[in-house]
């Protein structure tokens, strides 16, 4: 099945940096990648998601870019601030997993004022 | 993420009972899960289900049990034989299964 690594674990920056985030993914047919940002004792909730059949994709101060030949994906935040601060889950949904999505370890994310 | 509830939110449950978690949708989604999180860690799929009628174990299903008789709910029994239940659990729902998954505020239980 599909199997998908998560980099880094922690991630601590300054205020006003920028923070990436990246995965990589086993199976070349998965399709369909999401990132969810997970508050402190919350649920998880989608900020931004991408297709395969596009190599980047940006929603204001958040983008995801998608390396199909390498089989790793991005999350990039820009111009961080302190309510970035979270945990952040990639994901990717394979066909040949019988349409399952597959997450990945979480990256806790730490933005210091 | 509003039309799904869990309930309740907090739940204690005492050695050899079992518990039902509650998991209701308004959004017509076909697709329903239930995931396990424990403390400072990832989401564990304990069960899936594409359509009504229908589910599927996950990774960690020994010691859960769930039934899918109507669209909208899918809840989640803890049973006796989940020797380790405490931790989150999170209900979700996509509109079919392999779109989109969506959560709900979760359920948080402990064992005393």
């Known amino acids: 099945g599909e199997n998908v690594e998560q980099h880094p674990s922690t991630l601590s920056v300054q205020e006003g940096d920028s923070a990436v985030i990246k995965c990589t993914y086993s199976d070349s047919a998965s399709n369909y990648f999401p990132w969810y940002k997970q508050e402190l004792g919350k649920r998880p909730q989608l900020i931004i998601d991408i297709r395969s059949n596009v190599g980047e994709k940006k929603d204001q101060r958040i983008a995801v870019t998608l390396n199909k030949t390498a089989k790793h994906f991005s999350l990039h935040i820009t111009e961080t601030q302190p309510e970035d601060s979270a945990v952040y889950f990639c994901a990717a949904l394979s066909n040949n997993a019988g349409n399952m999505l597959t997450f990945g370890g979480g990256t806790r994310l730490m933005v210091k004022p | 993420d509003g039309g799904i509830t869990q309930s309740p939110k907090y739940l204690f449950r005492k050695e050899g009972q079992n518990v039902t978690l509650s998991c209701e949708q308004n959004?017509?989604?076909?697709?329903m899960y239930w995931y396990r999180q424990d403390p400072g860690q990832g989401l564990r799929l304990i069960y899936y289900s594409q359509i009504v009628n229908d589910f599927q174990k996950g990774d960690i299903a020994e010691g859960y049990s769930v039934s899918r008789e109507k669209k909208e709910s899918f809840p989640l029994t803890v049973t006796s034989a989940q020797k380790n239940p405490t931790a989150f659990y999170l209900c979700?729902?996509?509109?079919?299964?392999?779109?989109?998954?969506?959560f709900g505020e979760g359920s948080w239980l402990t064992v005393v």
């Open positions: 959004l017509n989604h076909d697709a």
């Open positions: 979700a729902s996509s509109i079919s299964f392999g779109n989109t998954i969506y």
